[in-house]
């Protein structure tokens, strides 16, 4: 039965999604809130994490307290929730870092002169990753100085003996006490394996020793995997610079050829984006009747070509489907994560195609055209002269393009913020010194469909620039910070008047655009910078973070990282740890013995953000700041 105006509004604050739910539904799309509800009731021992399938001796679910309090194994309730915890955190962060390694494999390739497809187009972006990490580039080509940094990172990945070389941007008193817990990350291929391992049957039930480890592998993601991300696609495809661009499904074009590439790496995104602007192929798209064409970006991808490239983004997670129901999309290029098999359905209700590029990520139904180093330029041609065919099959009868796009700006990588600071961090650290900007907060993550599309995200912004309280934003919750216009200068009349004077000062938005969800390295370093320019540890800082509407394992990932780094992580969807009391309340307070933060749940953004500034003024009275 087709939902009603109201019901409709229950699942998306934002106009487009709106408008297109009940065009979907009218077109037989059957979209993730269909799907979500069609699995109604969950599993409740998989949601409280009480149900373990790590051999075959089960499946076991446990009911504490009752004749079914252990697994056939003999594990309890306590075990079996940190062991499922733990593989959580390590698959999200093997996905983060797996990523990584692409850029790396790609660096390396372009080192040994093996591609030219790829090229450095920031030498001295280069230079300065190699000397932080102790590579000597004196009279070095530029080429050997990739070489050089590219073995290095490939030792971190796994091998290397000791801890992985970006740790050394953490202030010296943190790296003690993760010396002392045993969590200093070596390389992520190592945790996860040793992640794997230990929740093997058999091997670790100590739910404290668990989670120690599941902090460890998280910070081998989030200072290793997703940091060498972040800083070799900087180094690859150009560190960001502010940049305007728009935002929303306004930003598909009627009249022109519109391509959507979806996933997270900008491998495949920027030879997609090289291949749209080449001149012949825009002649071509002419001769096929459109007037040209339009490359949009979907989730993290779509960050990576906005932050760099000033690409417009169609929408974040739950809009994919929602993009295809606009009828004009002729091809969505994809390679990995958060890439919902649901869209084949969809595209099926129209001309659209979706097409696979990367070995790890095939979909039955999906053309898959692979992507490598080396054919990355010929493969991406192909593609834009398939959507150029696809075209000619649009159904013009079945188009809707629901909304007028919103303008956003992009582009704050930590040297861009550094730049409109003149240079140094000094004008920050005075304005969180005399209180005109109180703390920052990282707004991180996905949607899910638990939670209305975009709410949290927009109101907990709100609230948090309200009270002074500088927004960073990545992933999704980047996505639904632009659509709502917080990304613009203007929006510095919703802040209150310490930060609004701030942004008016260096003409930027309240709420910055930091990246993509691998570029929440770029926080963490900056955490980093401006503790060790304090001279005391992250957790002292007057910082907060949060993952209002999350669903993924890397979100697990990322939240822990935060959390084991110092900061104090508010999270909008409880994770499957309930079902131990001993689990949960080590994350929600337990930690902060350990290691000076824990985090938070809350639905209510509202609360949450009440949650947000309590800690922040906590902070501030700790360091003697007003408050
Ligand atoms: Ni990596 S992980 S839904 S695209 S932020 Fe978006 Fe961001 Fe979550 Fe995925």
Redesign the pocket.
């Known amino acids: 039965m087709a939902r009603s105006q109201e019901e409709i509004e229950e699942l998306s604050i934002c106009k487009d999604a709106q408008i297109m739910i009940e065009k979907a539904e009218k077109d037989g799309v059957v979209t993730v809130w269909d799907r979500f509800k069609a699995q109604q009731p969950q599993c409740t021992f998989c949601k409280q994490g009480l149900s373990c399938r790590n051999c075959s001796m089960g499946p076991c679910r446990i009911v504490p307290g009752k004749a079914r309090s252990l697994g056939v194994c003999g594990a309890n309730a306590d075990t079996i929730v940190a062991r499922n915890f733990g593989r959580g955190v390590a698959a999200g962060a093997a996905a983060h870092s797996d990523h990584g390694r692409d850029l790396l494999e790609t660096l390396d390739a372009v080192a040994n002169s093996e591609t030219q497809s790829y090229e450095i187009r920031d030498v001295d972006k280069l230079l300065r990753i190699a000397k932080e990490l102790g590579i000597n580039t004196e009279g070095k080509e530029t080429l050997q100085v990739a070489k050089d940094l590219s073995s290095t990172l490939f030792d971190e990945f796994g091998i290397k003996k000791g801890n992985i070389g970006f740790t050394m941007r953490v202030p010296e008193v943190r790296r003690k006490l993760w010396e002392s817990l045993t969590i200093s990350p070596r390389g992520v291929d190592r945790e996860v394996v040793e992640m794997m391992h230990r929740t093997h049957m058999g091997v670790d039930q100590d739910p404290v020793s668990l989670l120690l480890h599941a902090a460890r592998v998280s910070l081998s993601d989030g200072w290793g995997g997703s940091m060498v991300a972040t800083e070799l696609s900087d180094i690859l495809f150009g560190t960001p610079k502010p940049v305007e661009s728009k935002v929303n499904l306004g930003v598909l074009k009627e009249d022109e050829i519109n391509i959507l590439v979806h996933g997270?790496s900008p491998i495949v995104s920027e030879a997609v984006l090289t291949a749209v602007r080449d001149k012949n192929n825009i002649e071509r798209a002419r001769a096929a009747g459109a007037k040209g064409i339009n490359l949009a970006g979907l989730?993290?991808t779509g960050?990576e070509l906005l932050m760099r490239q000033g690409i417009p983004m169609a929408g974040?997670?739950l809009m994919t489907e929602l993009a295809i129901a606009t009828g004009v999309v002729e091809l969505v290029i994809v390679d990995y994560?958060?890439i919902m098999p649901g869209l084949i359905p969809a595209m099926n209700c129209y001309h659209t195609k979706m097409v696979t590029t990367s070995p790890k990520a095939k979909f039955p139904g999906a053309e898959h055209v692979e992507f490598s180093v080396k054919n990355a330029r010929t493969q991406a041609q192909k593609l834009v002269e398939m959507a150029i065919e696809l075209y000619k099959k649009r159904d013009k009868n079945r188009v809707l393009i629901p909304v007028e796009p919103v303008s956003m700006m992009s582009g704050f990588s930590n040297e861009a913020i550094l730049e409109a600071l003149g240079g140094s961090l000094a004008p920050l650290l005075d304005a969180i010194k005399s209180g005109k900007i109180r703390g920052v907060a990282g707004l991180?993550?996905?949607?899910n469909p638990r939670r209305k599309h975009d709410y949290c995200h927009v109101t907990l912004t709100k609230e948090l620039i309200k009270n002074d309280i500088l927004v960073l934003g990545?992933?999704?919750?980047a996505v639904a910070m632009g659509k709502a216009g917080l990304y613009m200068p203007e929006a510095a009349s919703l802040a209150g008047t310490g930060l609004s004077s701030v942004c008016k000062a260096l003409n930027i938005p309240p709420a910055l655009h930091v990246g993509?969800?691998?570029d929440n390295s770029r926080i963490l370093h900056l955490c980093g910078l401006v503790a060790k320019e304090l001279g005391v540890d992250i957790s002292d800082l007057p910082v907060a973070g949060s993952a209002p509407e999350?669903?993924?394992e890397?979100?697990l990932s990322i939240g822990l990282y935060f959390v084991a780094s110092g900061v104090y992580t508010v999270l909008g969807v409880t994770p499957n740890i309930t079902g131990s009391k001993l689990v949960t309340d080590l994350a929600l307070n337990g930690l902060t013995n350990v290691v000076g933060a824990c985090f938070a749940v809350d639905t209510d953004p509202h609360k949450m953000a009440e949650l947000m500034i309590n800690h922040i003024n906590k902070k501030r009275k700790k360091l003697n700041l007003p408050v």
């Not at 990545?474 to 919750?477: A, D, I, V």
């Open positions: 997270h989730c993290c960050n974040n997670h994560q958060c991180v993550g996905c949607n990545t992933g999704c919750s993509s969800c691998v999350w669903y993924s890397k979100a």
